[in-house]
């Protein structure tokens, strides 16, 4: 445990009033003993069958990719789409790249500025979220199998001094001395590892190094050459954000959550309007439906405003019409009770 | 370590999260922390007949992602993780389905097998924390839950959710806020909170 981490509950505070105390220790020794936990594990056997989990076990952490499991590939998957943003702006970095020189190499998590990959790793959808261990390989390099990459262990006599194009990489608060690697792309070398014997590194902090820049890369030997002098890295500190900085951030997430939530609101209302409305004026049902479709196009609710809209269809008597657009939604969803809904509507009135 | 810093962890840290947790595949982490789970869960606010399948989901998912791998996220806070991004989109589902149940609903199975005395105060206590917790956001909610009433380390949740540090302890704060002043108003306007709760579980 670290200062950071030591946090005193809220029930072992004096300072409390003992009704919150007493809530909360309601919460906590809530063992949840009504849940037949014994049973539940018996449906996720029977759900995931014999055998290790995933189709194999997870890669142990720190294994490279080439080590990866069919469980890795899967979390590569969702990684893919966790960081999809950045790793889309690296593809481009690299479709340029790869035309500037034949040793070319495909762009790493390492080698995108951090700043891009936060957000689009915030929220990823419910799909399967990687494991830690596996997220942290996902940042790390990833070779390729036929582009050679440099590093920093690569023959003293491999590299020369190159123009290095954009790097930035955020070192970890109170990292230790060793030597700092930070990752870069060079017009004419894939990857180049530089080293910065700083020392540690107190503070988080950004390490840049300008465009158009001469480094050296590779050996100490070259490191000691005078271009590389030249080529000191540009250090600038990247302060903590301050509560104000976090309590805004907090406030626009908030923001954007409302009007999300507002957006739903008023999908739900409208669609509750149009679905009253069927019985009593199927017009102006099929107007409702059909301006939500419009408005909301593709959401949680389009399965059921498209019922809803065949259904006016039907009350309207545009019979032929409300098959032909019911056959596509009644194929997709078979088993929905809004397809048996709009089936028995179909049928009832052919039967007339 | 990009992913680390990126959460503000710092080396230390990482090292006490990367704790003596071996690989768990999913029917072990079901043993070991399916009480966990289905704590959280609730305490997220599901409704208790919602419990099971969101439990059997959150571990399919963990066993579809290969199980728990070491990491700086402890196997409790990786399922919390998942469990959080599936009461989020159950939540929005649940509200297309305009699925309305009440808070007292949601407790009454939980106490069931107690004595009728003791069951009475603590499902009124449940009731009174729900109803508390239903006050704040779903990523404050997930946050509070873990550390005040599930003991989980701040770091551990911020590696988890994927959120830096500062964050996590940010909404910590302003949850612990929240969560005051909900219990004072309802200690205030006790005699008077059926009629509010009605008007709140109303669709």
Same mark, same amino acid.
């Given at each position: 445990m670290t200062a950071r981490d030591t946090v005193q509950r809220l029930v072992e505070s004096?300072?409390?009033s003992t009704e919150l105390r007493s809530l909360l220790e309601a919460g906590i020794s809530d !063992?949840?003993? !009504?849940? !037949?936990f014994a049973r539940g594990l018996q449906t996720h056997l029977a759900s995931v069958?014999? /055998?290790?989990s995933g189709g194999g076990?997870?890669?142990?952490?720190?294994? /490279?990719p080439g080590a990866s499991s069919a469980a890795g590939a899967t979390s590569a998957k969702a990684l893919a789409l966790a960081i999809g943003v950045p790793v889309v702006s690296a593809i481009a970095a690299f479709a340029v790249f790869a035309t500037h020189g034949p040793t070319a190499t495909g762009p790493t998590a390492a080698n995108t500025p951090v700043e891009a990959l936060a957000p689009a790793a915030r929220e990823p959808e419910v799909a399967t979220p990687a494991s830690p261990a596996e997220v942290g390989r996902a940042f790390a390099p990833a070779p390729s199998d036929d582009t050679p990459r440099a590093s920093s262990?690569? %023959?003293?006599?491999?590299?020369?001094p190159s123009t290095i194009q954009s790097s930035k990489v955020i070192l970890a608060e109170?990292?230790?001395?060793?030597p700092q690697h930070v990752v870069g792309v060079a017009d004419d070398h894939p990857t180049i590892h530089r080293t910065f014997?700083?020392? %540690?590194?107190e503070s988080r902090r950004s390490i840049g190094v300008q465009s158009g820049e001469t480094a050296a890369a590779g050996s100490s030997g070259a490191r000691a050459a005078a271009p590389a002098e030249a080529a000191r890295p540009v250090v600038r500190e990247e302060p903590r954000p301050s509560e104000e900085e976090l309590a805004r951030a907090e406030r626009a997430r908030d923001e954007a959550r409302r009007a999300e939530e507002n957006t739903l609101q008023r999908e739900m209302d409208e669609l509750m309007r149009a679905k009253r409305a069927l019985s009593s004026d199927p017009k102006l049902a099929l107007q409702l439906a059909e301006r939500g479709q419009r408005e909301?196009?593709?959401?949680?609710?389009s399965e059921e405003r498209e019922h809803v809209l065949l259904l006016a269809l039907i009350g309207v008597g545009r019979v032929s019409e409300a098959e032909r657009r019911a056959a596509p939604y009644l194929a997709s969803h078979p088993d929905s009770p809004f397809a048996r809904r709009v089936r028995a509507a179909l049928d009832a009135r052919k039967s007339r | 370590m990009t992913d680390l810093a990126l959460r503000g962890i710092n080396q230390r840290e990482f090292g006490t999260l990367l704790a003596e947790e071996p690989h768990l595949d999913s029917a072990e982490l079901f043993r070991r922390h399916a009480p966990f789970v289905a704590k959280f869960i609730l305490r997220m606010g599901v409704p208790r007949a919602d419990l099971d399948d969101l439990m059997q989901e959150v571990f399919l998912i963990a066993h579809r992602g290969g199980g728990y791998t070491p990491g700086p996220a402890k196997p409790t806070t990786y399922l919390a993780s998942i469990a959080f991004r599936l009461v989020h989109t159950e939540r929005r589902k649940r509200r297309v389905r305009s699925f309305v149940e009440t808070n007292e609903e949601r407790v009454q199975d939980a106490v069931?097998?107690?004595d009728p005395e003791h069951a009475a105060v603590h499902r009124q206590r449940l009731e009174q924390l729900q109803r508390a917790l239903d006050t704040l956001d779903e990523d404050k909610r997930a946050v509070f839950v873990l550390v005040e009433?599930? /003991?989980?380390s701040v770091v551990s949740i911020a590696a988890a959710l994927g959120i830096p540090v500062d964050t996590a302890h940010s909404r910590l704060r302003a949850a612990r806020k929240l969560f005051k002043e909900a219990v004072a108003r309802q200690s205030g306007v006790e005699p008077g909170l059926g009629a509010v709760v009605a008007e709140e579980v109303t669709p």
């Open positions: 004096r300072e409390e !063992d949840v003993s !009504d849940y !037949d069958g014999p /055998g290790p076990p997870a890669a142990p952490a720190g294994a /490279g262990h690569a %023959p003293s006599g491999s590299q020369r109170n990292e230790p001395a060793a014997p700083e020392g %540690p590194v909301f196009k593709l959401s949680l609710l | 069931g097998s107690q009433l599930q /003991g989980e």
